[in-house]
């Protein structure tokens, strides 16, 4: 056992240098990777930033429903619903299995944040009443000329009053049927109906009553005030457009969708039809037949019902009032048009969907048919001011600690601890390095825990000095000169690193993988500190002694070096005085 | 400073020591009464939640001269709560407000900054639902739980059973004293000291594997010779890495107590404080522990296996049969016990001394 570990340290004591010019090299490619990323500072996080970070939990009925894939549907929605608030630094990631984390930087609306994200996504199916496509894009393209556009009860003069207040198409004609209608969705049950929407011209305003009742109930003044709403509204705004789509489900509300051409569509829908929590099953498929990608969607009975019923109500109408929203969040998503009643609680919806495009909207679709709500569990706003007073704090304590700790070794180590001292800067260095690379390569943020973890473990570094050192004291004590302590000393100084490093880092992976929120930054610093200790002790604090040590301050024992073997008490050398030794010594008697 | 290296000197040569292990129930009692005190503590007091266990808003405010009454009641007001109030070290004040729901908190933050007259992007708020601490605290009990089984099945691989038990109840003892001072000081718990709390898993464990190692190598052929019972030994070992243990702990809480005077002394609450007093609570603990419990429990789980029983005999027979009867009483402190069995116990023993632990890598 001895034999070998002896022939591997007399190797490392051969070539100290070797070990040396490693992280020589590792640190200059490191910072050079660093420059070249142009990330030369740790990404912040929130709490030192400034900005609002909030944790949202997810709740379910059912345990099961709380999965991987609903998940990252659940960051997928709300990383559109933060971003479409123009936030584009925003990040949203889930964190453990049931954490949704969303951290908003300094600078943006945070209330609003809040309000679009913590709240849950709503899917819903409503009739079209009325569609206005193009504010202030192109002309649609292949508009089908219909005459009625307004199938609401109101007159069509406000129809044609918006054409000209959204810039919409050559206004003349109120409203054509849409885009939608000629980038055709079509619902059907079995995919061969025609696709060309019946273009039949201002068909009675009754169909209302059929596709929703209770907007035929509401009074007049709702009606209009509804039409009004509707002509006011320019999708292309932002703000009118966050504000668009909101409003009671048993009633008509107006609402925003965005085709695949990016251009603006606005629409009067009606009543809910069917909740997207009917939908059991939405899945985009590839339909060999035409080649084309399509969703298929299962309801459940209730659901199933519902929907024949809508579809059998829109089934025939005109365009494009034989269409029903797909409305996720108050917007839009799709509006596929019906050509018959769907039965049987399977639905295909089908048209020029890119494999993207379907697949997002089976996602929505099945997001929409789980009982997956969000809770706000905790939301902290930090205030630019305090977050840089925080980061000064850190680095004020860190700098107290590094000092302390410098000063301690200096005291009782006094020349050896020049070798810790490099030491620790090194570790702090690659600390300091990976940090930065780890921003833009995994999204690492420094937050405060992350900072206190840093600390914490400049203590942890120090002791694997503490370890070594101390044993090759012990060997100066028996006797030995510098260098031989210093090889002997490492192999069993070296274990104990590693066995009690081992330890700190089996903590840290498990607080890292288990916990959840501020913890996790904490854990992560503290992991990679700890392996990087091992590598510092490895690659430089032993070649370095080992250099050291043949020089002549450290080598012949200095009184400062701190390997002074009379100041250590050492006996005189081995062999010659072991028996004279013996007899000296009190307990030996 | 060259004291405690004198010390070091002494101790290695044995010198001086202290019988930790012949001690040990004392330390056991010591221990047992302080687990008392803790449980009486966490019975009688509990502990002290912070307000992201029980759910509720923190608002820290920037720099202001309004009295701490004053924003109490400012805080009811706008709450429609009781508000706890305090003033940081940096002229902020710190509202803590309990029972309010997330979603209402910012309109009391509007109105609270109304009355205070600042402008509200400048107030912190930290708000948190009911639901959260909980989850932190489940996600920590859960993490301990996973954390103590590998632990202690890395140890055994790594030393033994034995001493895996020992380590697993030293630290149960460490987490349960720092829990119990939480509980009798009165000092609140947030998810600060829940990390520093599992931190301590980590740090309390690194001297007592240091120690464990050093014990592991002394005791590698103990069956070999008859003058030290494995007590002894671990005792010896506890003495010569004494001064480690010492200079390993101070190092840790040095940065520690840089974070909790600049955590506490100048910023005030926050989490930078709730981390850093856990840590030193459990850091503290953790010293010594490993010194006190973990070993002596290690000496005394070992001494029930039968060949160690049989040295043991062996031994207390040896030395009440030699002269030396004071060496039953404190001799077995000497860490250069196996450089002098040769001189001592002559040439009959002297095989087994030489390839005894340290011995055999050390020549």
């Known amino acids: 056992m001895a034999a070998p570990k002896k022939g591997r340290s007399a190797g490392a004591q051969s070539k100290p240098g070797r070990a040396l010019a490693l992280i020589l090299i590792a640190i200059v490619a490191l910072t050079g990777g660093m420059f070249a990323s142009g990330h030369t500072t740790p990404r912040l996080g929130i709490d030192l930033a400034g900005g609002t970070s909030i944790t949202l939990e997810a709740r379910s009925g059912q345990e099961s429903a709380i999965n991987k894939a609903n998940m990252d549907t659940a960051v997928e929605i709300m990383n559109r619903r933060v971003n479409g608030l123009g936030v584009s630094e925003a990040e949203v990631q889930t964190q453990g299995r049931e954490n949704i984390i969303v951290n908003i930087p300094k600078g943006t609306n945070s209330e609003e944040a809040r309000d679009q994200v913590g709240t849950t996504a709503k899917l819903y199916f409503r009739p079209v009443l009325q569609s206005q496509a193009g504010s202030g894009a192109t002309a649609t393209p292949s508009a089908t000329p219909s005459g009625s556009a307004s199938p609401s009860p109101t007159s069509s003069a406000s129809a044609s009053d918006s054409g000209d207040k959204d810039k919409a198409t050559s206004s003349g004609s109120p409203s054509p049927s849409t885009s939608a209608t000629s980038q055709g969705r079509a619902v059907t049950d079995a995919l061969k109906a025609d696709p060309t929407p019946s273009t039949s011209g201002s068909e009675s305003p009754k169909v209302t009553d059929s596709a929703s009742p209770s907007a035929s109930a509401s009074a007049d003044a709702d009606t209009q005030a509804l039409q009004q709403k509707f002509v006011a509204l320019d999708c292309a705004d932002e703000k009118q457009r966050a504000a668009a789509g909101k409003g009671k489900s048993t009633e008509p509300v107006v609402a925003c969708g965005q085709e695949s051409d990016k251009r603006w569509t606005k629409f009067v829908l009606g009543p809910v039809g069917v909740d997207g929590t009917d939908v059991t099953k939405a899945q985009a498929i590839l339909d060999q037949r035409t080649a084309q990608w399509k969703v298929v969607m299962d309801f459940n009975s209730g659901g199933g019902d519902k929907f024949a019923k809508i579809t059998g109500q829109l089934a025939g109408q005109s365009s494009p009032m034989n269409e029903f929203a797909i409305v996720l969040d108050d917007a839009v998503v799709s509006h596929p048009y019906v050509t018959s009643a769907v039965t049987g609680g399977k639905a295909e919806i089908s048209g020029s969907f890119t494999q993207e495009e379907a697949e997002n909207l089976s996602n929505m679709l099945s997001y929409g048919a789980l009982p997956l709500t969000f809770r706000e569990a905790s939301v902290t706003t930090v205030s630019p001011a305090l977050g840089d007073e925080q980061l000064e704090a850190g680095l004020i304590a860190g700098a107290i600690g590094l000092a302390l700790v410098v000063i301690y070794l200096l005291a009782y180590y006094r020349g050896l601890s020049l070798i810790a001292i490099a030491s620790l800067l090194v570790s702090a260095a690659l600390t300091y390095l990976i940090m930065s690379l780890l921003g833009p390569a995994i999204g690492f943020a420094l937050n405060l825990p992350a900072v206190c973890g840093a600390i914490v473990a400049i203590g942890i570094t120090a002791d694997s000095f503490i370890v070594y050192f101390e044993r090759v004291r012990d060997e100066i004590r028996e006797g030995r000169t510098l260098r031989p302590a210093v090889e002997r000393a490492w192999p069993r100084a070296r274990r104990t690193i590693l066995v009690s490093d081992f330890v700190s880092f089996l903590a840290a992976a498990v607080l890292f993988i288990v916990t959840v929120g501020k913890v996790q930054g904490f854990a992560f610093t503290l992991g990679l500190t700890t392996l990087l200790d091992v590598v510092v002790v490895f690659l430089f604090t032993k070649p370095l002694l080992t250099l050291l040590a043949r020089t002549k301050f450290f080598g012949s024992g200095h009184s400062w070096s701190g390997l002074d073997p009379k100041r250590l008490g050492a006996r005189p050398p081995l062999r010659r005085t072991r028996r004279p030794a013996a007899p000296a010594d009190p307990k030996e008697a | ?363």
């Open chain 2, 1 to 363: 400073m060259s004291k405690l290296g004198d010390l070091g000197a002494r101790l290695h040569r044995g010198e001086v020591g202290y019988d930790f292990v012949g001690n040990r129930k004392i330390w056991y009692g010591v221990s047992i009464l302080i687990t008392i005190i803790a449980i009486v503590g966490l019975a009688v007091r509990g502990l002290n939640m912070g307000i992201e266990f029980q759910g509720g808003a923190v608002f820290t405010t920037p720099k202001t001269s309004v009295s701490v009454s004053q924003a109490e009641e400012y805080a009811r007001e706008a709450s429609g709560h009781q508000a706890v109030v305090q003033k940081l070290g940096n002229d902020t004040l710190r509202i803590q407000i309990s029972g309010v729901d997330t979603g209402k908190s910012d309109e009391i933050k509007q109105s609270l900054a109304e009355e205070l007259k600042m402008d509200p992007e400048r107030i912190n708020a930290d708000l948190v639902g009911p639901s959260w601490g909980d989850q932190i605290a489940n996600k920590a009990w859960q993490g301990l739980g996973i954390f103590m089984v590998l632990v202690v099945i890395y140890l055994a691989i790594a030393f033994e059973w034995r001493m895996a038990v020992a380590a697993f109840v030293a630290l149960v003892h460490d987490i349960t004293i720092t829990v119990g001072i939480y509980a009798l000081v009165g000092f609140e718990v947030t998810p600060g000291t829940v990390i520093g709390l599992l931190t301590i898993l980590g740090y309390s464990l690194y001297d007592t594997v240091v120690v464990f190692d050093s014990l592991k190598e002394q005791t590698k052929d103990i069956t070999k010779q008859n003058r030290w019972t494995y007590s002894d030994i671990a005792n010896r070992s506890i003495n010569s890495t004494l001064v480690r243990s010492i200079n390993t702990t101070v190092v840790a809480l040095l940065p520690v107590a840089g974070l909790l005077f600049i955590g506490g002394g100048v910023l005030g609450a926050g989490m930078l404080n709730d981390i850093s007093l856990s840590l030193f609570v459990g850091l503290a603990a953790g010293a010594y522990s490993s010194i006190f419990i973990a070993t002596p429990l290690v000496a005394d789980l070992k001494e029930r296996e039968p060949q160690l029983k049989a040295l043991k005999k062996r031994v207390l027979a040896k030395r009440a049969q030699t002269e030396h009867v004071e060496l039953a009483a404190d001799g077995p402190l000497d860490d250069e016990a196996e450089d002098a069995t040769p001189a001592v116990v002559g040439p009959r023993a002297q095989s087994g001394a030489r390839s005894r632990g340290r011995g055999g890598k050390r020549r």
